[in-house]
């Protein structure tokens, strides 16, 4: 037998990301009363055909009769079809290319619309066999060409007989269609084609299932136009994750896994050894020693402001990029701060609590406007800044202390210590981040120099208030009324109980760590964070990492793009341009960031390199991380 390869494609849902005629009747029954119904038959008819149920041929007859097509409809139908070429397919136009003589469309498509398309890729007409649609003198799509092999059932198989391919036969579909010519012995592989649609019942009797091009062509150690198939990308996605970020991901070609709570260490340890992006909020904690399970980790996403659940030092020397959400949520925080200093002023949450027990106190004892009140804003980042233009914007006159110096938004007065915020304050609200020296800044001392009666809010971090001291001076009158949003020690799920020696503690509010958890913030978190990881994945772009060097890239056309991470010490960058040049590689753009452990370099080649150049780089004294991206 010959080595020669042939590749047999499909056109619906193989090629394009949809079935044609379905487009097509999208288009023809515009404005016709029985559009939708009739748009769901095609759909229905053309699955049973691809499932084999039904002959193709009686598939075929009855999509035609209700779509009510004509040539007009046609001319539409293609630039519609264009916009719709499945997106592994463009990645790899140069495969097409070269390879066409090799390559053949056998569709049960038509010739009108797939020549078009496909040979905009290089693909010749020749090699195109597909149906032909038959006219009636207005222009009316009236029927098929009978004759042609391809509108009965077994055609694609007579087709191939007749070419006499002698090599190596490989079919890329989605239907039974295309399954039959491996069955029928004109095909040594039959590939189930999953990125637009998974049948279940053809995958099943699949020689190997294909996500993408990309995962064909790596599976049979061809040329691909990205160095690895995303199909064989593990994410592991935690703590109930938003859908928007799964499908997002899904969307680009991972293989996605979620959990809904939080892992322990142990469970972390043995997940994570396969995954190459994980995403979390803030009760997972991916510890020293868990990051030093990750081999194959590349990416972190905190879904959620803060990162002190990760073990930034770890990850950073082991080359893995983390990236978070800080702004998404900023609003969602500070509504809920202005919410509560307006429960808390009112005494709301005991007079509330009364009401459920059938108690009726109406009074306006210790019920206050919060107009002319002071408030104190202990953190002056994102949240902080913000919640002092809202709450200004309602009467309160805003104090801040932060630890940097920051410019006052609007008439907001900056304080030179911290005891000089907690003497003026009538309410105070604590918006610090979590790194370790936060720890118990408000305890004991701090709760002794604050106004009688103040009003005390933390939306922070649960760790930053010692709470025995907290639940102390509630008790005794000193603090009026609180709002806890956040826990020293948290439930690691929905189903676990909430411990606090805050329950039962007079007006006072305890929320399960929802600050940010409004179905807006969650969207916008669910959009940001997976694409600032798919970004980071396909460009090498940094520019939001926590702890990476920020670099802003473009994807870069007719080039190999390599990356760099290696450990921030003097000669690296020599060291790399001596092995390009010992390896005649033309550099067509460098890129060097540095911080102060780590330096992270983007190299962008030209086409021509070997094995041993990615070996070479990879032996450099210093490395953390190698990889080609595309």
């Not at 075929?60 to 139908?77: C, F, M, P, T």
């Not at 009467?395 to 801040?400: C, E, K, P, S």
């Not at 005891?419 to 800044?441: F, Q």
């Not at 520019?543 to 003097?570: C, D, G």
Request: some cysteine; overall charge neutral; proline content about 3%.
């Amino acid at each position: 037998m010959s080595n020669k390869k042939y590749f047999i494609i499909d056109f619906d849902s193989t090629f394009t990301q949809v079935e044609a005629l379905d487009i097509l009747g999208e288009i023809s029954l515009e404005g016709n009363q029985e559009r939708d119904e009739r748009l769901q038959k095609i759909k229905d008819v053309t699955d049973l055909g691809m499932e084999g149920k039904v002959s193709f041929r009686e598939s075929l007859v009855l999509r035609i009769e209700l779509l009510g097509a004509n040539r007009q409809h046609l001319e539409k139908l293609v630039p519609a079809l264009k916009s719709k070429v499945s997106k592994s397919f463009k990645r790899n136009k140069d495969f097409l290319k070269n390879y066409a003589d090799n390559i053949y469309i056998i569709s049960n498509g038509f010739k009108d619309f797939i020549v078009p398309i496909v040979t905009d890729y290089g693909i010749k007409a020749k090699n195109v066999f597909a149906n032909t649609f038959e006219f009636d003198t207005n222009g009316n799509i009236v029927g098929f060409d009978t004759d042609n092999v391809l509108s009965s059932n077994n055609g694609k198989g007579k087709v191939i007989k007749k070419l006499k391919l002698t090599g190596d036969v490989s079919v890329i579909g989605d239907g039974y269609t295309d399954y039959e010519i491996k069955k029928d012995g004109f095909a040594n592989k039959f590939y189930a084609f999953t990125e637009n649609i998974a049948r279940e019942k053809i995958t099943a009797i699949a020689d190997h299932i294909t996500p993408s091009l990309d995962e064909f062509l790596y599976h049979n150690k061809m040329n691909t136009a990205i160095s690895y198939p995303k199909n064989r990308i593990k994410v592991l996605l935690l703590e109930n994750v938003h859908e928007g970020a799964v499908k997002i991901l899904k969307e680009e070609g991972y293989e996605v896994e979620t959990y809904g709570a939080a892992l322990d260490e142990d469970e972390l340890i043995e997940k994570i050894k396969d995954v190459s992006i994980i995403g979390l909020r803030s009760k997972t904690q991916l510890t020293k020693k868990v990051l030093e399970n990750a081999d194959r980790l590349l990416v972190i996403g905190a879904f959620c402001i803060g990162t002190n659940q990760i073990d930034l030092e770890t990850a950073t020397k082991k080359g893995i990029a983390v990236f978070n959400a800080p702004f998404s949520n900023t609003r969602s925080v500070v509504e809920l701060a202005i919410a509560q200093i307006v429960l808390l002023m009112r005494n709301l949450p005991d007079k509330m609590m009364l009401m459920h027990q059938g108690k009726w106190d109406k009074s306006a004892v210790n019920s206050f406007e919060i107009r002319g009140k002071k408030l104190g804003i202990i953190g002056y980042g994102n949240i902080g800044s913000q919640l002092s233009i809202l709450a200004e914007g309602m009467g309160l006159d805003v104090y801040y202390y932060d630890l940097v110096d920051k410019l006052s938004l609007g008439n907001a007065t900056q304080c030179a210590s911290l005891d000089e915020l907690l003497e003026v304050s009538d309410v105070i609200s604590i918006h610090v981040d979590g790194r370790p020296d936060n720890k118990n800044i408000i305890g004991e001392e701090e709760f002794k120099k604050m106004k009688d009666g103040v009003i005390f809010i933390n939306l922070g971090r649960g760790f930053v208030v010692d709470i025995p001291a907290l639940s102390k001076y509630l008790k005794n009158g000193k603090i009026r009324g609180s709002a806890v949003d956040v826990f020293p020690k948290e439930p690691k799920s929905n189903q676990d109980p909430f411990e606090s020696e805050l329950i039962g503690m007079p007006n006072t509010i305890l929320t399960p760590h929802i600050g940010g958890s409004t179905l807006e913030a969650q969207v916008n978190i669910g959009q940001f964070v997976p694409n600032q990881m798919i970004d980071y994945i396909n460009t090498g772009s940094t520019t939001n990492s926590v702890n990476f060097p920020a670099v802003r890239l473009p994807e870069f056309k007719n080039a190999h793009r390599l990356m760099h991470i290696h450990q921030n010490e003097s000669g690296v960058l020599a060291k790399i341009n001596s092995v390009l040049a010992a390896c005649e590689v033309n550099v067509v753009g460098q890129y060097l960031k540095t911080n102060e452990s780590i330096g992270y370099m983007i190299t962008d080649i030209n086409k021509k390199y070997n094995k041993e150049l990615i070996k070479k780089l990879k032996e450099i004294s210093g490395t953390i991380w190698f990889r080609v991206l595309y």
